[in-house]
């Protein structure tokens, strides 16, 4: 009942495999791996080789259920990925957080993702998804003339969701030399490798920010209910629309929400007369706990709502419109009319 195009390799777990596991996740293939033991060690080695499951050898029908799974979410990566800024409308609105888990989240539903930190100096990501490596993101741009898949996976760094990471890492100093364009010829290559790239890290409208958000089809805007948060995004969403945004790529999303807060759903709908898309519960106890023991909350807090909250993101996301470009360029429409402007 497969797709045509499902490949599923189902591999008995040695040591000497891991390569094995690399090289059919880098060609396109699903992995799913069988053990006769749960070791901890081992299930962790394979889930960053790229396996998507991990199945006893003895629980036959776990082993179906897997197959039949990843048969049915197996999605076909053909050039035209989303791209998905969470922008803070706001510092501390907790976007790594909302960023790192929403990943972490669509990996697990079977999509090919990856999450890039662009906050090049005091990025969280690493932290949040507890990876490390030595290859930047100015290393990656160096290397595109001669990128292919398997040279792209093997530059960045695995979660063991199946996540590709790719920050500045310790090179902050190389920073200084990318561009805006450079972040654009990025994301157009890393949408033909991906189902979802995941932004994280943009801060304002610099060059580097508006140069992200020009090429995302999803703009989630995170605020809280206090007053600094909303009045900041009335003035984003203005500069929004005066650039001509459509009216479905930033969406609202309200974070650490309280309903006994005095700024309610419908006060700051009503306040940015735009419909807030999605709720993320208050739970600071789940979320610090995760982020100190390297856990998304899917792992660090399964049954919580607030780890419920962040997996609804998959479904408003789901909907991204791929292919879709925007209609003039974000970063020459903000300049061209200044440009304008002045002549005026």
Same mark, same amino acid.
Request: aromatic share 6%; proline share 3%; glycine share 10%.
């Given at each position: 009942?497969?797709?045509?195009?499902?490949?599923?390799?189902?591999?008995?777990?040695?040591?000497?495999?891991?390569?094995?596991?690399?090289?059919?996740?880098?060609?396109?293939?699903?992995?799913?791996?069988?053990?006769?033991?749960?070791?901890?060690?081992?299930?962790?080695?394979?889930?960053?080789?790229?396996?998507?499951?991990?199945?006893?050898?003895?629980?036959?029908?776990?082993?179906?259920?897997?197959?039949?799974?990843?048969?049915?979410?197996?999605?076909?990566?053909?050039?035209?990925?989303?791209?998905?800024?969470?922008?803070?409308?706001?510092?501390?609105?907790?976007?790594?957080?909302?960023?790192?888990?929403?990943?972490?989240?669509?990996?697990?539903?079977?999509?090919?993702?990856?999450?890039?930190?662009?906050?090049?100096?005091?990025?969280?990501?690493?932290?949040?998804?507890?990876?490390?490596?030595?290859?930047?993101?100015?290393?990656?741009?160096?290397?595109?003339?001669?990128?292919?898949?398997?040279?792209?996976?093997?530059?960045?760094?695995?979660?063991?969701?199946?996540?590709?990471?790719?920050?500045?890492?310790?090179?902050?100093?190389?920073?200084?030399?990318?561009?805006?364009?450079?972040?654009?010829?990025?994301?157009?290559?890393?949408?033909?490798? =991906?189902? =979802?790239?995941?932004?994280?890290?943009?801060?304002?409208?610099?060059?580097?920010?508006?140069?992200?958000?020009?090429?995302?089809?999803?703009?989630?805007?995170?605020?809280?209910?206090?007053?600094?948060?909303?009045?900041?995004?009335?003035?984003?969403?203005?500069?929004?629309?005066?650039?001509?945004?459509?009216?479905?790529?930033?969406?609202?999303?309200?974070?650490?929400?309280?309903?006994?807060?005095?700024?309610?759903?419908?006060?700051?709908?009503?306040?940015?007369?735009?419909?807030?898309?999605?709720?993320?519960?208050?739970?600071?106890?789940?979320?610090?706990?995760?982020?100190?023991?390297?856990?998304?909350?899917?792992?660090?807090?399964?049954?919580?709502?607030?780890?419920?909250?962040?997996?609804?993101?998959?479904?408003?996301?789901?909907?991204?419109?791929?292919?879709?470009?925007?209609?003039?360029?974000?970063?020459?429409?903000?300049?061209?009319?200044?440009?304008?402007?002045?002549?005026?």
């Amino acid at each position: 009942s497969a797709p045509a195009r499902f490949e599923a390799i189902v591999v008995q777990q040695t040591p000497q495999r891991f390569g094995l596991i690399y090289n059919i996740v880098a060609a396109g293939g699903v992995v799913i791996v069988v053990s006769p033991t749960k070791d901890p060690e081992l299930i962790l080695r394979a889930m960053r080789a790229g396996a998507r499951e991990f199945v006893l050898e003895s629980d036959h029908e776990e082993l179906k259920l897997a197959v039949r799974s990843q048969a049915q979410v197996t999605e076909k990566v053909d050039g035209d990925g989303a791209v998905i800024t969470v922008f803070g409308a706001k510092g501390g609105v907790c976007c790594t957080t909302i960023a790192s888990n929403l990943a972490g989240a669509l990996a697990s539903a079977g999509a090919r993702v990856c999450i890039i930190d662009l906050d090049f100096h005091l990025g969280d990501v690493l932290s949040f998804m507890d990876v490390a490596g030595n290859y930047s993101i100015t290393d990656l741009l160096q290397n595109m003339g001669r990128l292919d898949r398997e040279l792209l996976e093997s530059s960045m760094m695995r979660h063991p969701t199946g996540v590709n990471v790719l920050a500045q890492s310790g090179k902050m100093e190389e920073a200084e030399h990318i561009k805006g364009s450079d972040i654009g010829n990025l994301l157009t290559f890393l949408r033909k490798h =991906y189902n =979802y790239v995941i932004l994280d890290g943009v801060k304002g409208f610099d060059e580097i920010s508006l140069a992200a958000l020009d090429g995302s089809q999803h703009v989630l805007m995170v605020l809280t209910q206090d007053v600094p948060a909303v009045r900041n995004g009335q003035r984003c969403l203005d500069l929004f629309g005066r650039l001509g945004y459509d009216h479905t790529k930033v969406k609202l999303i309200l974070n650490r929400y309280q309903k006994s807060s005095k700024i309610t759903l419908d006060v700051v709908a009503e306040t940015l007369k735009v419909p807030v898309s999605h709720a993320i519960s208050n739970d600071f106890v789940s979320v610090i706990d995760a982020i100190n023991r390297g856990l998304l909350l899917r792992d660090a807090a399964p049954r919580a709502k607030l780890t419920q909250d962040i997996q609804g993101l998959v479904g408003l996301v789901a909907g991204a419109r791929r292919g879709d470009a925007p209609r003039r360029s974000f970063l020459g429409g903000l300049f061209g009319k200044k440009a304008a402007d002045g002549s005026a």
